[in-house]
C-alpha cells in the first residue's frame, strides 16, 4: 500500500477516481495503548467496528490480545491472529455457531441471555465445563448516539435465575452488559455497575468476570463527549461498591473508540447545485453513519491551495447512487469556492465506515493509502503529547 505524510499529499500525486480510504495505524495504536494502559482489566476489540489488516496489526503491536466477535466470519479471520483469546459475545447464536466455535476454533468464552441460549451453548459444546459464560444484563442507555437496550439482555428475576443456572454450569461466570454505542457521559455505566451489584444480590452468586462493554465514545464536530478518563474514574469507583471479590476480573470491548480517529476518506466532488454537493461515496457507502445516524464528521478541502480568510460555507452532501436517501445532511463546513473536481478529506470514519460499506448500484469500491499526519480530532491530544516527549526525551 502507498504511503503519504497527508490527504493533499495524496491528491497531488494521484488524483484518484475512486473514494480513498486514508489508512493512520499510528491513530489505532495510539488509542490502544492508551486502553492498556488506563483500564484495569483485559481490552477486548470489538471486532466488528473495523477488520483492516493494518489497523489489526497496530492495536495488536501495542498489546490487544482480547477480541470480542460476533459471528463464525469474525471467528474465522480472528483466528489467525496469534495468542488471541476470542469472545462469542453474541447474545443470540445459531447452534451451528457454537459448534463450530468451540470444535474448530477452540472458543470458551461465550455470552447468553435467556436459558434457552444457555441450554444451546451447553448442548453444541457436550457440556464442556471449561466455558466463561457471560450473561448479558439489561441496562438503561444515557447520553448514547445509538441505544442498543431493545434487542438484548435480560433484568430482574430472570437474570438472576440466570446467573444460578449458569453458575452451575461453567468455570467462569462472568455479567456483561453494553450501555449504548457513542455514549457522551460515563453516567450510564455508574448506573449500570449500580444494577449489576443490585443482581448480584438477588442472584447470591460469585463472579469471576465482569464486562462493562463497548460504548466509549469517539470524538466528531457536533459532540463534545467527556474525557475517556473520566469513563475509567467512574467506573472504577462503582466496581469498588460492588459485591465481588478481588479475584474477579474485568473486561470492555471498545470498538469505535479504538480506531474512529485511524481512518478517513477522501471523496471527490462530482457536481455542486448551491450549497449541495455530489459525492463519489455515501450512506450506501462508508459514510451511512453521516446519513443514517446523523453521524457530524469533520471535513476540509484537500489538493489545492485554500485562502486562510475564505468564508467557510455549510453544505450537504448527495451521495453517487440513484436513491435520494443516499443523503448527508450536515452541515459539512466548507469554503465557499468549493467545485466540481475538487477533493475533500472526511475524518474520523475509522469506526464502523467500511464494514457497512455495500456495492450498492455498482458504487463502493475504494482504495487505501498511509497516511502519516494526525487525525481531524482527536480524543488522546495528552497521550499523543507524553509520547512525542518521550520520544524527545529518547533522541
Given at each position: 500500500?502507498?504511503?503519504?505524510?497527508?490527504?493533499?499529499?495524496?491528491?497531488?500525486?494521484?488524483?484518484?477516481?475512486i473514494?480513498?480510504?486514508?489508512?493512520?495505524?499510528?491513530?489505532?495504536?495510539?488509542?490502544?495503548?492508551?486502553?492498556?494502559?488506563?483500564?484495569?482489566?483485559?481490552?477486548?476489540?470489538?471486532?466488528?467496528?473495523?477488520?483492516?489488516?493494518?489497523?489489526?496489526?497496530?492495536?495488536?503491536?501495542?498489546?490487544?490480545?482480547?477480541?470480542d466477535?460476533?459471528?463464525?466470519?469474525?471467528?474465522?479471520?480472528?483466528?489467525?491472529?496469534?495468542d488471541?483469546?476470542?469472545?462469542?459475545?453474541?447474545?443470540?447464536?445459531?447452534?451451528?455457531?457454537?459448534?463450530?466455535?468451540?470444535?474448530?476454533?477452540?472458543?470458551?468464552?461465550?455470552?447468553?441471555?435467556?436459558?434457552?441460549?444457555?441450554?444451546?451453548?451447553?448442548?453444541?459444546?457436550?457440556?464442556?465445563?471449561?466455558?466463561?459464560?457471560?450473561?448479558?444484563?439489561?441496562?438503561?442507555?444515557?447520553?448514547?448516539?445509538?441505544?442498543?437496550?431493545?434487542?438484548?439482555?435480560?433484568?430482574?428475576?430472570?437474570?438472576?435465575?440466570?446467573?444460578?443456572?449458569?453458575?452451575?454450569?461453567?468455570?467462569?461466570?462472568?455479567?456483561?452488559?453494553?450501555?449504548?454505542?457513542q455514549t457522551?457521559?460515563p453516567?450510564?455505566?455508574?448506573?449500570?455497575?449500580?444494577?449489576?451489584?443490585?443482581?448480584?444480590?438477588?442472584?447470591?452468586?460469585?463472579?469471576?468476570?465482569?464486562?462493562?462493554?463497548?460504548?466509549?465514545?469517539?470524538?466528531?464536530?457536533?459532540?463534545?463527549?467527556?474525557?475517556?478518563?473520566?469513563?475509567?474514574?467512574?467506573?472504577?469507583?462503582?466496581?469498588?461498591?460492588?459485591?465481588?471479590?478481588?479475584?474477579?476480573?474485568?473486561?470492555?470491548?471498545?470498538?469505535r473508540?479504538?480506531?474512529?480517529?485511524?481512518?478517513?476518506?477522501?471523496?471527490?466532488?462530482?457536481?455542486?447545485?448551491?450549497?449541495?454537493?455530489?459525492?463519489?461515496?455515501?450512506?450506501?457507502?462508508?459514510?451511512?453513519?453521516?446519513?443514517?445516524?446523523?453521524?457530524?464528521?469533520?471535513?476540509?478541502?484537500?489538493?489545492?491551495?485554500?485562502?486562510?480568510?475564505?468564508?467557510?460555507?455549510?453544505?450537504?452532501?448527495w451521495?453517487?447512487?440513484?436513491?435520494?436517501?443516499?443523503?448527508?445532511?450536515?452541515?459539512?463546513?466548507?469554503?465557499g469556492?468549493?467545485?466540481?473536481?475538487?477533493?475533500?478529506?472526511?475524518?474520523?470514519?475509522?469506526?464502523?465506515?467500511?464494514?457497512?460499506?455495500?456495492?450498492?448500484?455498482?458504487?463502493?469500491?475504494?482504495?487505501?493509502?498511509?497516511?502519516?499526519?494526525?487525525?481531524?480530532?482527536?480524543?488522546?491530544?495528552?497521550?499523543?503529547?507524553?509520547?512525542?516527549?518521550?520520544?524527545?526525551?529518547?533522541?
Open positions: 500500500m502507498r504511503k503519504f505524510h497527508s490527504a493533499s499529499a495524496l491528491i497531488g500525486a494521484t488524483k484518484p477516481e473514494p480513498v480510504i486514508g489508512v493512520r495505524p499510528h491513530a489505532a495504536a495510539r488509542a490502544a495503548r492508551w486502553f492498556m494502559q488506563n483500564f484495569p482489566g483485559d481490552v477486548a476489540y470489538a471486532y466488528k467496528a473495523n477488520s483492516s489488516v493494518f489497523l489489526l496489526g497496530a492495536l495488536y503491536g501495542a498489546g490487544i490480545r482480547h477480541f466477535v460476533a459471528s463464525v466470519p469474525e471467528i474465522e479471520d480472528a483466528a489467525t491472529i496469534p488471541a483469546t476470542l469472545h462469542f459475545m453474541h447474545p443470540v447464536k445459531s447452534r451451528t455457531a457454537i459448534r463450530r466455535a468451540f470444535s474448530e476454533y477452540g472458543v470458551r468464552s461465550y455470552a447468553l441471555d435467556s436459558e434457552d441460549e444457555l441450554r444451546k451453548i451447553l448442548e453444541e459444546t457436550g457440556n464442556c465445563r471449561e466455558l466463561t459464560l457471560w450473561v448479558r444484563v439489561a441496562v438503561a442507555p444515557k447520553n448514547s448516539k445509538i441505544p442498543l437496550d431493545r434487542k438484548y439482555g435480560i433484568a430482574g428475576a430472570r437474570a438472576a435465575r440466570l446467573l444460578v443456572k449458569a453458575r452451575q454450569a461453567c468455570k467462569e461466570l462472568g455479567i456483561t452488559f453494553h450501555v449504548g454505542s457522551a457521559t453516567d450510564a455505566y455508574i448506573s449500570a455497575l449500580d444494577e449489576v451489584g443490585k443482581l448480584i444480590v438477588k442472584a447470591g452468586v460469585v463472579l469471576d468476570r465482569l464486562d462493562v462493554g463497548g460504548g466509549f465514545p469517539s470524538i466528531y464536530v457536533d459532540e463534545a463527549p467527556a474525557p475517556l478518563s473520566a469513563f475509567m474514574a467512574a467506573i472504577s469507583e462503582a466496581v469498588e461498591r460492588l459485591p465481588i471479590g478481588e479475584r474477579c476480573r474485568l473486561m470492555c470491548e471498545p470498538g473508540a479504538l480506531v474512529a480517529e485511524a481512518e478517513s476518506l477522501i471523496v471527490r466532488v462530482d457536481a455542486r447545485r448551491g450549497n449541495e454537493l455530489f459525492v463519489n461515496d455515501g450512506s450506501y457507502g462508508t459514510l451511512f453513519d453521516a446519513a443514517h445516524l446523523g453521524f457530524d464528521f469533520p471535513v476540509r478541502l484537500v489538493g489545492r491551495p485554500v485562502d486562510a480568510a475564505e468564508a467557510l460555507v455549510d453544505f450537504s452532501f451521495g453517487p447512487t440513484c436513491d435520494t436517501i443516499d443523503y448527508m445532511k450536515g452541515p459539512f463546513r466548507l469554503p469556492s468549493i467545485k466540481e473536481g475538487d477533493y475533500i478529506e472526511v475524518g474520523n470514519t475509522g469506526a464502523y465506515g467500511r464494514a457497512l460499506a455495500s456495492r450498492f448500484n455498482g458504487y463502493g469500491a475504494f482504495e487505501e493509502a498511509i497516511l502519516d499526519d494526525e487525525p481531524m480530532l482527536t480524543m488522546y491530544a495528552a497521550q499523543a503529547e507524553a509520547e512525542r516527549e518521550d520520544e524527545r526525551a529518547q533522541a
